[in-house]
């Protein structure tokens, strides 16, 4: 019972959580993932979700 509830709530929270885990460092003007190795323009309104953080 307890565990199921925990485990309902992680699922919730990780259905909410939207915020891409990404491990960007910046590299001039790209940023770059270090995790995904997805790279974009620093100056991207919308930058690329991250690959690694999507499961
Ligand atoms: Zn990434």
């Known amino acids: 019972m307890r565990i199921k509830e925990a485990y309902e709530r992680f699922i919730a929270a990780q ?3 939207t915020r891409p885990a990404c491990v ?3 590299y001039s003007d790209q940023m ?3 995790k995904c ?3 974009w323009d620093v100056n991207d ?3 690329p979700q991250c690959r690694a953080g999507s499961r």
């Open 37 to 39: 190795n997805l790279a």
């Open 32 to 34: 770059v993932c270090a």
């Open 45 to 47: 309104p919308e930058p």
């Open 24 to 26: 960007a460092r910046q």
């Open 15 to 17: 259905a909410a959580d």
